[in-house]
């Protein structure tokens, strides 16, 4: 049974760092990508970042520069460091994982999903 469970969300200024953190089981995590989306207070769930099973990455444009994902198949972790945050970061994110070599940017590829960790930005 896969299992994923995210961590390290928090309330921050603007301005402020987290270091998101998605701890995987139950699945062989070398072979699997994977992504982080979000959803902010009455909007649809969006595409962040994703990884792939050999570190290949790719970034939405609203937080390139600011964000960076990285994995550590040691510890069936992928990372999400969320640098300069502004208020509009608000929002629930969520990890995703997806058996495959490439790496994803669309949500319904993902058939697996964690419960979500909340990050607020305040100004």
């Known amino acids: 049974q896969v299992r994923l469970v995210e961590s390290g969300g928090g309330s921050v200024q603007a301005g402020g760092s987290l270091r998101l953190s998605c701890a995987a089981s139950g699945l062989i995590f070398s072979r699997y990508a994977m992504g982080w989306f979000r959803q902010g207070p009455g909007k649809e769930r969006e595409f962040v970042a994703a990884?792939?099973?050999?570190?290949?990455?790719t970034y939405a444009d609203s937080i390139k520069g600011r964000f960076t994902i990285s994995r550590d198949s040691a510890k069936n972790t992928v990372y999400l460091q969320v640098n300069s945050l502004k208020p509009e970061d608000t929002a629930v994110y969520y990890c995703a994982a997806k058996y495959g070599s490439s790496v994803y940017r669309s949500g319904d590829e993902y058939p697996y999903w964690g419960q979500g960790t909340q990050v607020t930005v305040s100004s």
């Open positions: 990884i792939s099973w050999s570190g290949g990455s």
